[in-house]
Each structure stands twice: as C-alpha cells, then as structure tokens.
T-cell receptor, first 113, second 114 residues
Framework: DAGVTQSPTHLIKTRGQHVTLRCSPI?????VSWYQQVLGQGPQFIFQ???????GRGNFPDRFSARQFPNYSSELNVNALLLGDSALYLC????????????FGQGTRLTVV | GESVGLHLPTLSVQEGDNSIINCAYS??????FIWYKQESGKGPQFIID?????DKRQGQRVTVLLNKTVKHLSLQIAATQPGDSAVYFC?????????????FGKGTTLSVSS
C-alpha cells in the first residue's frame, strides 16, 4: 500500500517567489495536515484539512495557504518566500479529523536563496 | 506555554542494551500522545501511541509509559539495534473531533554503537 506521498522531494527557490507543495494521503484517509520542520527542531503545525474544509491553523503568516481537493490530496502554497521559510515541509494524513495515528510523508525540502 | 520538552537531547547506548527516552509535557489537557522516529532525510515514522486513559502500552520491542501525575512520557526500546539510531520525538494532542494539531518536542538523538 502506498503511504503518504509528497512532491517534489527537493526544491530551490529565490526570495520573493511563490511555491506550491503537493501531498497525496494514504488511500482512505480524509484528513491532511501540514507541518514545517526547521533543521534541529520538531515539526510545527501549519494547517489541517478534512473533507476540503480547514479544521485548524497554526501560528503562521497569511503568506501560507492550503487547500484540499475532492480526492483528498492537498496543496500548500507559500507566497513571497523568505530565507526563513527554508525547511522540511511535512504532510501527514489520518482517517479522521481527530489526530488519531497521523502518518507522515517523506517531506519536501525547500531551500530559499 | 503548551509545548512538549525532552529531558535529554542525545542518548548513546550499546547494541543490545535497553534504551529509555523521556519526555515532559506541560498541557494537562493533552489526552493523546505519540512517539515518532525520524531518520536523516526522512519524515517522522509512527512508533506507538497512547491515550490518557492508559498508563502503559506495548508494541514490538517498544513500550510507552504515561505518568499523568507528573506529566511525563517515556519510550522504552528493548534490545536496541543500530537500526534504531535516529531522532525520536514525542508529540501531544488534545482530542477534538473538529480537528487538532500535534505539538512536538525538540527530539532526542539516539546513537547505537555495535
């Protein structure tokens, strides 16, 4: 069975640019969450979506946005990239909006130069 | 604040020893806890979870202990192997069907030498 898949795996962007990261959840999972992991830190919650609706938002600026599609895949968008946005962006899926056993993808390594 | 902290940033053990990784949490309302293992360049891998109505849960070679009185969580790994070398995170959450987030600690790096 396929796990959570994220694309691309690596990405280099220039300050001020826009980026879109993609996530496909485990088959049957309807909830997708996004996390940012800065080097040496634990993941930090950005968004959670369930049934295409936003169910939670972390302490991130409005430059960060996300959406979920009818097939439960999701996109994370970041506008006006800053050097500090360089991080590993993780997607996690679970079967319900509650946090029960979320499984993570391998992440997208974003480098802003 | 609502954050999860770990007692030790690094832990070094010999192959075959038992490892204990500790975690302190601050939110007494948290009722769900997970341990993740993260290898270099990979996403966190689910190890084991526990709800607050339990104080112990066992998996394959791993045991999680929860002490709500002192808000402490631990992960015990039996017969530690070199493949167990990784960063281990505990995470807490407050159950809410409307949706909620995991709050992660900073992690403990486990190094296993053979």
């Amino acid at each position: 069975d396929a796990g959570v898949t994220q694309s691309p795996t690596h990405l280099i962007k220039t300050r001020g640019q826009h980026v879109t990261l993609r996530c496909s959840p485990i088959s049957g999972h309807k909830s997708v969450s996004w996390y940012q992991q800065v080097l040496g830190q634990g993941p930090q919650f950005i968004f959670q979506y369930y049934e295409k609706e936003e169910r939670g938002r972390g302490n991130f600026p409005d430059r960060f946005s996300a959406r979920q599609f009818p097939n439960y895949s999701s996109e994370l968008n970041v506008n006006a990239l800053l050097l500090g946005d360089s991080a590993l962006y993780l997607c996690a899926s679970s079967s319900s909006p509650g946090v029960l056993r979320p499984f993570f993808g391998q992440g997208t390594r974003l480098t802003v130069v | 604040g609502e954050s999860v902290g770990l007692h030790l940033p690094t832990l070094s053990v010999q192959e075959g020893d038992n490892s204990i990784i500790n975690c302190a949490y601050s939110n007494s309302a948290s009722d769900y806890f997970i341990w993740y293992k993260q290898e270099s360049g990979k996403g966190p891998q689910f190890i084991i979870d526990i709800r607050s109505n339990m104080d112990k849960r066992q998996g394959q070679r791993v045991t999680v202990l929860l002490n709500k009185t002192v808000k402490h969580l631990s992960l015990q790994i039996a017969a530690t192997q070199p493949g167990d070398s990784a960063v281990y995170f505990c995470a807490e959450a407050t159950g809410n069907q409307a949706g909620t987030a995991l709050i992660f600690g900073k992690g403990t790096t486990l190094s296993v030498s053979s």
